[in-house]
């Protein structure tokens, strides 16, 4: 066997390893078939990739780039195909699997070559048994990074800039450790085979260890942005309920003022001339008296400010509800709460054209050691559904969703549950704290 043969990777080898590498990006991230078609599309991939690795094994140096992005096609049509991911996360966790497959396969042959040529091993069996036993390894620590890289952080919003980024570490180290392969002469190129060897597979190692950093990084960036973003939502609500608190304090007091003057006016009257109007004046303001019912007094302000928005809306606001349940709560996580719950609910149902669908219930009980939370809602558009929750129909998610976001947030603070479904145009969110918190 000369150098060239040496130094030309079987394409099987590398067929192997693509598929593996995309098989557990896609296993390890939100995918958007079910098992049997996943199963079908990656044993057709798979096949795809062997046939073409195959037929274009030692392909002329020519060839090569355009083979490579046929290549780079099917893969990144693989992972689109199979994930819940944009354009742009797809292309970002291709670019992962695509140079852990390299590093898998330069390692694999360079661990062969090294058992048979350096050791002396010979045997076809222990290719087999080498390749299975070093792509179970390698793989399966890929997987474990990956999970771990999912914890704290549901979806990773990838932008141009984070995707470029990655796309030219990507290429630079498919051309460093490819050098030596296209040109063994040139300026950066090994001399002895296991020099390339070397140097293909620990560029390729360092490749992962940049991009696994970055991928890192990225994470971190948008867990911190997030976690701000919430942040600051839930302490400009909780200002907003105590500016709306003290102003319905005030209008409250003047309401019984005005009530009594009105009641003194009708009395005073004549029958069937201004007392319509004084009965109309009374309807229009017995709205405020919907605040300093429920036991919270932050709950209170939340549903009087949201029961004006309704009445301004046309929207019937009907609620049963036990403030004082809430009673362990801070007062900044019950505005966030049900403010976020009813601004969703408002939303969703001033949408309806016709005015007796515009209805949003919320209760709000205590049963023995929980409380028990719930809005429902009229909502005739079909929603879509990620572990139990409503995914946001903006087209830029990553500005988005946050009203869920707070939401869930809140109550895992308080350890407790929280679940949407929609059944017969009804949307409803259910969620369930503890009593202590």
């Given at each position: ?15 192997i390893?693509?598929?593996?590498s ?17 199963a ?13 690795m ?30 819940d ?14 140079i ?5 396969a ?13 050791r ?14 070093v792509?179970?390894?390698i793989?399966t620590?890929?997987?474990?990074m ?22 030219i570490?990507?290429a ?23 020099d ?6 620990l560029?390729d ?13 990225v ?5 911190r ?6 942040h600051?939502?839930?302490?400009m609500q ?39 109007y ?10 405020y ?7 919270n ?7 009087t ?6 009445q ?22 019950v ?45 005739d ?8 929750m ?18 869930k ?7 407790g ?21």
């Open positions: 066997m000369n150098t060239a043969e040496v130094l030309n990777t079987p394409g099987y080898y590398y067929a390893a693509y598929a593996l995309v098989f557990v990006i896609t296993c390890t991230n939100e995918r958007k078939i079910g098992r049997w078609k996943l079908a599309v990656s044993c057709a991939q798979f096949a795809l990739l062997l046939f073409f195959t037929v274009t094994d030692g392909v002329r140096q020519e060839l090569f780039v355009p083979s490579m992005l046929l290549i780079v096609l099917l893969l990144l049509g693989y992972i689109y195909i199979c994930n991911f944009s354009l742009r996360e797809a292309g970002f966790y291709f670019v992962k699997a695509f852990n497959g390299e590093f898998a330069s390692l694999c042959w360079q661990i062969y070559y090294y058992l048979r040529y350096v002396g091993m010979q045997g076809e069996l222990l290719k087999w048994v080498e390749l299975i036993l792509y179970a390894v793989f620590m890929l997987a474990l990956e999970l771990n890289l999912k914890k704290d952080l549901e979806e990773l919003h990838i932008t141009r800039r984070e995707l470029l980024v990655v796309i570490i990507a630079s180290v498919f051309a460093m450790s490819n050098l030596s392969y296209l040109d063994q002469n040139g300026l950066f190129s090994g001399t002895f085979v296991m390339i060897f070397i140097i293909r597979t560029v190692l360092s490749g992962i260890a940049v991009l696994y950093a970055y991928h890192v990084q994470k971190e960036i948008q867990i942005f997030e976690k701000e973003t919430l600051n939502i839930m302490e909780y200002k907003n309920y105590q500016l709306s608190k003290e102003n319905i304090d005030m209008v409250n007091r003047k309401y019984h003022d005005l009530k009594h003057q009105i009641n003194l006016l009708k009395t005073q009257a004549y029958v069937g001339k201004s007392t319509s004084l009965e109309k004046m009374e309807r229009e303001i017995r709205v008296e919907t605040q300093n019912k429920t036991g007094q932050i709950l209170d302000a939340v549903l400010n949201k029961a004006m928005i309704c301004n809306k046309e929207i019937e606001l009907k609620f049963i509800v036990d403030g004082g349940a809430l009673s362990f709560m801070e007062d900044m996580d505005s966030a709460l049900f403010g976020n719950m009813l601004d969703n609910a408002i939303e969703s149902a001033e949408k309806q054209r016709e005015k007796q669908k515009r209805l949003i219930w919320l209760y709000v009980t205590k049963e023995k050691q929980f409380v028990r939370i719930r809005t429902e809602n009229y909502c558009e079909k929603i879509q559904f990620k572990n139990g409503p995914v946001t129909t903006k087209k830029d998610r990553r500005l988005h969703g946050y009203g869920m976001k707070s939401i947030s809140t109550v895992e603070k308080y350890h549950s929280v679940v949407a479904a929609q059944e017969n145009n009804w949307f409803e969110l259910k969620i369930l704290l503890p009593a202590g918190g």
